[in-house]
């Protein structure tokens, strides 16, 4: 079975902080991805990252920070400096490689981030 | 990067009605998926629509309430079929990577369903 757990439902920070959003997985897969998508309040579905089981360097985008942990199974993903405009629901996803699954993400509930100024 | 439209962009529609959504890609793709949002809750898959082939609905949802059509290999359509307030949820398709999943899953603008 696959499983995303997003145990923060909701954080909120002031301005400049930096925030980390955590996600824990399960899977029995050794060949799996993960993913980091923003939602806005528009509703759409922002891409913000793809890392694959394999590959455990972290990675930094800008403000961005993501440390995948296979060890404690985490994915976890920090802003730094904050802005008003990271305010959105983030969501973790996993999908394995097999084709067992198809290619269906399976998502984590969410973590609802405010961001005030 | 693959880019999808989706009308409508939302609607409100009366119990007991359907609605269809259109999900449109740029370029052609073997899968599409339908994905559904409920009102503060994550995204759950409602089925996998192939071309050429039934969709594979995924457990807790059935065809004769979700009818997906898959007429070529850049559209397809999702109806609601007899609407109620529970069906009230943003609608979403989704395109997978296009190679050998090394390859970001992208995503519609979403269809905001509101039933009255």
């Known amino acids: 079975a696959q499983k995303v757990t997003q145990a923060q439902t909701e954080i909120s920070v002031v301005e400049k902080e930096d925030v980390t959003l955590d996600c824990v997985y399960e899977t029995r897969d050794t060949t799996y991805y993960l993913f980091w998508y923003k939602q806005p309040p528009s509703g759409e579905l922002v891409f913000l990252i793809r890392?694959?089981?394999?590959?455990?360097q972290n990675e930094i985008s800008g403000r961005y920070s993501w440390n995948f942990q296979k060890s404690t199974s985490s994915f976890n993903f920090t802003i730094t400096a904050s802005q008003v405009v990271d305010s959105a629901v983030y969501f973790c996803a996993l999908r394995s490689h097999h084709m067992e699954y198809g290619n269906k993400l399976v998502f984590g509930a969410g973590t609802i981030l405010r961001v005030k100024s | 990067s693959a880019v999808i439209s989706q009308k409508p962009s939302r609607d409100i529609c009366q119990r007991g009605t359907s609605l269809t959504i259109q999900c449109q890609v740029d370029s052609q793709v073997t899968m599409m998926f339908w994905y559904r949002q409920q009102p503060g809750q994550s995204l759950t898959l409602i089925a996998t629509?192939?071309?050429?082939?039934?969709?594979?609905?995924e457990s807790g949802f059935v065809i004769d309430k979700f009818p997906i059509s898959r007429p070529n290999l850049t559209f397809s359509t999702l109806t609601v079929s007899n609407l109620s307030p529970e069906d009230s949820s943003i609608y979403l398709c989704?395109?997978?990577?296009?190679?050998?999943?090394?390859?970001?899953?992208?995503f519609g603008p979403g269809t905001r369903l509101t039933v009255l």
């Open positions: 629509a192939n071309q050429g082939s039934e969709a594979t609905y």
């Open positions: 989704s395109v997978p990577p296009a190679g050998a999943n090394t390859d970001t899953q992208y």
């Open positions: 890392r694959n089981s394999f590959d455990e």
